[in-house]
């Protein structure tokens, strides 16, 4: 099978196709600069796979390491996670963002152009569609950014397609996800976020941990049918499959592609929280707060394209995601660390 560079994978999404690219037999080199991960979730890998996983402590912005990385393997395809994605971050912090995402992918850009690596699949965001006019959201939605964190996503997003209108050998996929959440069903990989979650689902498991007192669930006030948003959960492992089969996609059919991996299903802020509950038996308490600026009241996803596409479909409902979120979360009540 193919080598395969991996950015960002000892982050969460990237963990976890690493995982999956393994265990179908891809080799994998991994590059991440530990900004926001572990390299402890490498070790996790090999206890599953037994295989040790090549791993550079390098950075994006650091172009000689790069090419330094390049010049020691051949790899067929890159999949591209390595970025900065805390929205509220990015609008404090907005030089940051655009240098270390939209440097950061000019930098790994040109160094597989210089070794002829063309093969990329890119770690996109349904933040992509802004605040959207309607849903299911389909790819031919109207585009726009919201906070500089997107505004990352979609300038990498354009920067791709020039980059593929000047030069057709290039072979892209773009995948729009969802809101990725769940563990590996081993419960020994998961998400690690530093410090209290931004995100539902970890800051609802560290709840059921007793890390954090209470949920609070951001307004109840919006037009769906309990008054809490809605969003489209995706199993991190459904996604990370997504991700071989975009590799394997751009073998048979080269060119541009751009998808939404999602489930297709919205469940609102308390249906999270009742699946949760069930999932594992732990009572989360809520309080209801006003609405967070910048949120939408409703976004899930048509996935027909990407089934259209690649020949994918998410297979893991909120059930699970609840299960393996919470067996990953009680297994390692501190995370990595
Ligand atoms: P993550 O933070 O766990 O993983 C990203 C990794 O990139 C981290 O390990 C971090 O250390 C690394 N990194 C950041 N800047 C780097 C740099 N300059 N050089 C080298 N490494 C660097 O996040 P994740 O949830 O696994 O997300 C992976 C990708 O998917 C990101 O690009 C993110 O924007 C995108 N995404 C995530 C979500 C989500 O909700 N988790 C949704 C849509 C898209
Ligand atoms: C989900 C729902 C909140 C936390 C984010 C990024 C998006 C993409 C996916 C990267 C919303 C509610 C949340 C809490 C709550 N990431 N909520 N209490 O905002 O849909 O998407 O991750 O590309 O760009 O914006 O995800 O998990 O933060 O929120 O009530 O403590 O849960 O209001 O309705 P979001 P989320």
Redesign the pocket.
């Known amino acids: 099978m193919s080598k395969v560079f991996v950015t960002g994978g000892t982050g969460y999404i990237g963990s976890h196709t690493v995982l999956e690219l393994l265990r179908n037999g891809h080799e994998v080199v991994v590059m991440d600069n530990l900004s926001n991960s572990s390299a402890e979730s490498l070790n996790r890998v090999k206890a599953l796979t037994g295989i040790s996983v090549p791993f550079y402590q390098a950075d994006l912005l650091d172009k000689e390491a790069m090419s330094a990385i390049f010049a020691e393997h051949t790899f067929e395809s890159v999949v591209h996670f390595a970025g900065l994605?805390a929205?509220g971050e990015s609008v404090e912090k907005p030089l940051w963002y655009y240098k270390n995402n939209i440097t950061g992918t000019l930098n790994l850009l040109e160094v597989m152009q210089e070794n002829r690596v063309k093969n990329l699949v890119f770690?996109?965001?349904?933040?992509v569609y802004g605040e959207p006019d309607k849903v299911p959201i389909s790819e031919d939605a109207p585009l726009s950014a919201v906070?500089p964190?997107?505004q990352t996503?979609l300038t990498i997003e354009y920067i791709l397609r020039d980059l593929f209108q000047a030069d057709q050998d290039w072979n892209m996929a773009i995948l729009r996800?969802?809101?990725?959440?769940g563990a590996d069903q081993s419960g020994t990989m998961g998400e690690d976020p530093n410090g209290i979650?931004?995100?539902?689902?970890p800051?609802?498991t560290q709840v059921a941990v007793g890390h954090l007192p209470y949920?609070?669930?951001?307004?109840n006030d919006?037009p769906t049918q309990d008054g809490?948003?809605?969003?489209d959960y995706i199993h991190v492992t459904d996604l990370a499959l997504g991700h071989l089969k975009a590799i394997e996609t751009l073998r048979l059919s080269p060119g541009l592609i751009r998808c939404n991996l999602g489930t297709g299903n919205g469940y609102?802020?308390l249906d999270?929280v009742k699946a949760f509950e069930t999932a594992s038996g732990v009572a989360i308490p809520?309080q209801f707060?006003p609405?967070?600026a910048?949120?939408?009241a409703a976004?899930y996803a048509d996935p027909t394209l990407a089934e259209t596409l690649l020949g994918w479909r998410a297979e893991r409902d909120l059930e699970q995601m609840c299960k393996d979120s919470w067996k990953w979360q009680v297994n390692n009540p501190n995370g990595y660390s």
């Open positions: 994605k929205v770690s996109s965001s349904c933040t906070n964190y997107g996503k996800y969802f809101n990725p959440v979650p931004n995100n539902l689902m800051y609802v949920l609070r669930v951001f307004g919006y809490t948003g809605i969003r609102s802020v999270v809520y707060m609405r967070r910048g949120d939408a976004a």
